[in-house]
C-alpha cells in the first residue's frame, strides 16, 4: 500500500510504502527512490518506549513534578525492593529503574515526603507504563504506576506538596 506525504511540510512529496510481505515500511524521494526503509518492530517498540510519559499526560487527574523520593515496592509474590522516583503526583509516581516491571503489575508502596520523613506512607499502585530505554540521556528508564488504593489524607499531602514544589519552580 502506498501511501503520499502530503500534509508534513518538510516531507511533502515522499511516499510511505507499507510491505506486509517484510514487514516493513519503505519511504521513496519524490522521485521514486528509495531513500531506506524500517522494520515494523522498530516502530512497535518506539512507539512503545518512547515518549511514554507524553502519551500519558493527558490521563493525569492531578499535577504531578519532579522530586527523587526513596520508595519501597513489594510486589504480590512478596518481592521486595527500592527505588527512587523521577516525579510525584496524586495520582501515583514514576520509579527509575533499568529493570521496570511489566503494565499491570500490582504493587505495594512505601514512602515518606521530605517535609514528614519520620511518617511512613503506604499505598496500593499498579503498573501503568515503562520505559525500557533512556530518552535522550535526560530521562531514565523506569515505571509509572498509577495509585489503585491510596487514603485521601495520603493523597491530599502528596497533591499539596506538588502545588507547593511547582509554585518554588514557577518564576514570579
Known amino acids: 500500500m502506498k501511501f503520499p506525504v502530503t500534509s508534513t511540510t518538510s516531507h511533502q512529496g515522499k511516499t510511505l510504502i507499507i510491505d506486509p510481505d517484510r514487514e516493513t515500511i519503505d519511504v521513496l524521494d519524490a522521485s521514486g527512490q528509495l531513500l531506506g526503509d524500517v522494520p515494523w518492530g522498530s516502530v ?52 527509575e529503574s533499568s529493570s521496570p516491571l511489566k503494565s499491570g503489575t500490582e504493587l505495594s508502596l512505601e514512602f515518606s515526603l521530605p517535609d ?34 491510596i487514603d485521601k489524607q495520603t493523597q491530599d499531602l502528596l497533591v499539596h506538596l506538588v502545588e507547593a514544589l511547582n509554585r518554588s519552580r514557577t518564576p514570579s
Request: hydrophobic share 35%.
Open 116 to 149: 514528614r520523613p519520620y511518617e511512613q506512607l503506604r499505598a496500593k499502585a499498579k503498573v501503568a507504563w515503562v520505559r525500557n530505554k533512556p530518552e535522550r540521556y535526560l530521562l531514565f528508564p523506569g515505571m509509572g504506576v498509577q495509585f489503585v488504593d
Open 44 to 95: 512497535i517498540e518506539q512507539v512503545l518506549d518512547g515518549e511514554s510519559e507524553t502519551r500519558f499526560a493527558h490521563c493525569r487527574a492531578y499535577p504531578r513534578a519532579p522530586l527523587a523520593v526513596k520508595v519501597q515496592c513489594t510486589t504480590p509474590d512478596g518481592t521486595t525492593f527500592d527505588g527512587l522516583t523521577g516525579g510525584i503526583g496524586g495520582g501515583g509516581f514514576f520509579i
